[in-house]
């Protein structure tokens, strides 16, 4: 498929702006941990446990249907405004402005009444971090040249594991600072990285003819249409092992591996697995750009599901051990090639669009996972 973007003709990542992604990117992943670490707390302060599996519930759908709609909406404005950055911003200034109403809320001490505000408040935490999260993820393809979004997805993968891998450290701060001072935080550093990842990236638009959407003269056309249901299925296929790595494995690996590791927990399990990840991830995104893309993920998917299937099945702690260390490598693997061939599939009048389809695919598993826990 022929691919029409900023980065077309260009040989170089533009590492201003892919380091400008990557702090967004990280400030996502922590806002999901405060998230993830204060909803339920705020659910039993306030009394609302009773509507834990329905809040769950409409965040699984709030996940996998707001992407593609996001998606439509940075398509639309990369023709309209030359470049995605609007429907980027208006996302952040939303999602950074819910993080203060969650704060102030909690500051004022609800009454009963006003405290109905905070589920609200909850679910449009939830629409704004996905209004803006699959637009700025699509951004890849602008800053990197296509033989290079193995290497630039590395990069992303480093940041996305490491901060998953402090997740503890993380934990201990904000519950230190308190739910209000964490969600200001949170509000200013989405704010903060969003905003530099605007001032770098609007250096690409100065000029008419780096605009995305460039005179109709000045471009090709590319008429093969985008790979839906398959870049869907690019979006499960990271979805399902990544839901099954944070979900499952902790329990599990504590379970089977806890004798020969010395009684380990399974969550400290799961944080070396992450930095092993991080590790392995610039010289596997290496192996990626060598084999293809093509090759590099059916190979990696095809030896997690083998990997998997050990992990759960066997009962030899050591074998468990070494079928983990496989899922772990493939899995890094999956992580680096699996949104650069939903890019590559897709037209370029919708591109925005495919990967908020792709990230819809992501989110259906772990979706699926947390409200059957709940319930």
């Known amino acids: 498929m022929q691919t029409l973007s900023l980065s077309s003709g260009e040989t170089q990542i533009k590492w201003k702006q892919l380091w400008s992604l990557a702090a967004l990117y990280g400030s996502i992943v922590i806002g ?4 993830q670490n204060y909803q339920p707390k705020l659910l039993e302060k306030f009394n609302f446990t009773d509507f834990s599996f329905i809040l769950l519930v409409f965040q699984g759908i ?21 470049h995605r950055i609007p429907i980027i911003t208006t996302g952040i200034s939303f999602a950074a402005m819910v993080f203060m109403a969650v704060a102030f809320t909690l500051l004022g001490n609800p009454g009963e009444i006003f405290k109905w505000v905070l589920p609200v408040l909850i679910v449009f935490w939830l629409i704004a971090m996905s209004i803006f999260t699959s637009p700025a993820l699509s951004t890849l393809e602008l800053f990197t040249p296509v033989d290079k979004l193995p290497s630039a ?15 503890p450290v993380i934990i201990d701060i904000i519950d230190y600072l308190g739910a209000p001072l964490t969600f200001m935080a949170g509000g200013a550093v989405v704010f903060l ?3 530099a990842l605007k001032k770098t990236s609007l250096s690409l638009f100065k000029h008419s003819e780096n605009k995305e959407a460039r005179p109709i003269a000045s471009m090709q056309f590319d008429t093969t249409r985008s790979n839906k ?3 869907f299925f690019l979006g499960l296929a990271l979805g399902i092992p990544t839901a099954i790595l ?21 969550k400290i399990m799961l944080v070396d697995l992450l930095v092993l990840s991080a590790i392995l991830s610039i010289p596997v995104s290496n192996l990626v750009t060598k084999l293809g893309l093509e090759k590099s993920f059916w190979w990696s998917l095809a030896i997690i599901i083998i990997s998997t299937i050990f992990i759960f099945t066997i009962q030899s702690p050591v074998i468990v051990l070494i079928m983990t260390v496989i899922f772990t490598v493939m899995f890094t693997a999956l992580s680096v090639s699996s949104l650069p061939m939903a890019i590559n599939n897709s037209n370029y009048y919708e591109k925005v ?13 772990n979706g699926i996972i947390e409200a059957i826990q709940a319930f």
């Open 229 to 231: 249901p398959y870049i």
């Open 153 to 167: 997805m590395a990069i992303l993968t480093i940041v996305a594991n490491l901060i998953y891998s402090l997740e």
């Open 246 to 266: 944070f979900k499952l494995f902790p329990d599990l690996l504590g379970d089977k591996l806890g004798v020969l590791l010395n009684g380990i927990d399974g």
């Open 32 to 35: 999901w941990i405060a998230y």
């Open 193 to 195: 990285s969003g905003y």
């Open 353 to 365: 669009f495919c990967v908020g389809i792709f990230f819809s695919g992501v989110a259906v598993l």
């Open 62 to 82: 709030i996940l996998v249907i707001t992407p593609p709609i996001a998606g439509k909406l940075g398509d639309r404005y990369r023709f309209k405004a030359g």
